[in-house]
């Protein structure tokens, strides 16, 4: 039976935070999706497809898949037959947001599991919010994000 988990989160865009989890957590799994959620709280910069695209042309792990959904985190999980939900935690902040959906989430689906991976230390201060800003403002973000994805969130936000 091969081991399979599922990273959900936004992504817009990703960052070499977020690709710091991918990268250990498809070293543990056998398989892991990278789910992007349709979050109607949101107003995201890049669409659906656009961050799809992103994360594809990044992604160097054979077994790292790409998807979407709307809805329920719990309830996608369970229609594609995960029991292990990835969160990465930049600081103590991240927790107590992340400790209370793990078990809401728990509660509403009770086979699923939440792991939780600490970021890379150098990567505790970054969020898809501070890149677009710092790019926004024509800060340098190389250090940030790869440079497909960094071309074009420029392109973006001329």
């Known amino acids: 039976m091969s081991k399979k988990a599922l990273y959900p989160g936004s992504f817009d865009p990703i960052t070499y935070g977020h690709l710091d989890i991918i990268k250990r957590a498809s070293e543990i799994f056998d398989e892991l999706t990278i789910a992007i959620v349709d979050n109607p709280d949101k107003s995201p910069l890049f669409s659906i497809e656009e961050r799809k695209e992103l994360i ?10 790409i998807d979407s959904f709307k809805g329920l985190l719990v309830q996608y999980a369970t229609d594609n037959a995960f029991q292990t939900i990835i969160r990465g935690l930049r600081a103590v902040s991240d927790f107590d947001y992340e400790f209370q959906m793990s078990l809401t989430n728990r509660q509403l689906g009770k086979n699923i599991d939440t792991i939780f991976f600490m970021t890379d230390e150098k990567y505790s201060y970054l969020s898809s919010s501070i890149v677009k800003q710092v790019c926004r403002y024509g800060g340098d973000i190389s250090s940030f994000v790869p440079e497909e994805v960094s071309l074009s969130l420029k392109e973006k936000l001329k």
């Open 56 to 65: 594809m042309n990044v992604i160097k792990a054979d077994n790292v898949r």
